[in-house]
Each structure stands twice: as C-alpha cells, then as structure tokens.
C-alpha cells in the first residue's frame, strides 16, 4: 500500500505563488504516474496535473487547461516526492488540493486513472 502525505499549502494573495510537495512512502509505487487534483467546496474533485514518474531523465506530463502556463509539476524519483508550483493564482484556485499516484480502475483524469490519494493540503487565495 502506498502511503501519500502532502505539504505546502497556505494561504496567499491573488497574483501570488506556493509550492505542494508530496511525500511517497510505504510499499514501492511501481506504476507510471503521479497527480494533482483539487476539490473545491462544493464542487466535485478534480484533475490538476501528471506527470509520468517511471523513465529516468523525463516522461509526459498533462495540465488541465484552466491551470496551463500557471501551474508546473515536477518530481524528485530519488527522494520519492512530486511537487507542484502554482503560480499567478487566482481566487477559484481555492481548494483542497491532493496528491494522488496511479491505480487501475482508479478515478479517470487525462486518459490515466489514480487511485491512490492523499489526505490534502489546503490553498486559500483571496
């Protein structure tokens, strides 16, 4: 079992930025992706960013459009992390954000389902 804990968010003024982290540990995740997703209150869950974490030196990575050009993800394979930029954030990018790892049958984002999550780490932009 895959164990995800994030870290990271706060609150910060529009136009402003915040770096998510997410930490791996437990068994080995042996799957190919890793992602974001954010829940907004009441809205459903939704998909932020991927990003492939099984080929050494690079792999694909997939934004939703409403976060293109704003938010990057990236990973560190060695210390088991993936991490997320945000940037020039918005009010509507208040959620609870979570980092989720690949799982079959897993909720759908970008063609890739996850179904590993995180507890969540909360961003406020006012």
């Known amino acids: 079992h895959v164990q995800l804990v994030e870290s990271g968010g706060g609150s910060e003024q529009a136009g402003g930025s915040l770096r998510l982290s997410c930490q791996a540990s437990g068994n080995t995740y042996s799957g190919q992706y890793m992602a974001w997703f954010r829940q907004a209150p009441g809205k459903d869950r939704e998909g932020v960013a991927y990003?492939?974490?099984?080929?050494?030196?690079?792999?694909?990575?997939y934004y939703a459009d409403s976060v293109k050009g704003r938010f990057t993800i990236s990973r560190d394979n060695l210390r088991n992390t993936v991490a997320l930029q945000v940037s020039s954030l918005k009010p509507d990018d208040t959620a609870m954000y979570y980092c989720a790892a690949g799982q079959n049958g897993g909720t759908l984002f970008g063609g890739v389902r996850f179904g590993y999550w995180g507890q969540g780490t909360q961003v406020t932009v006012s």
């Open positions: 990003i492939q974490v099984d080929r050494p030196g690079g792999g694909q990575v």
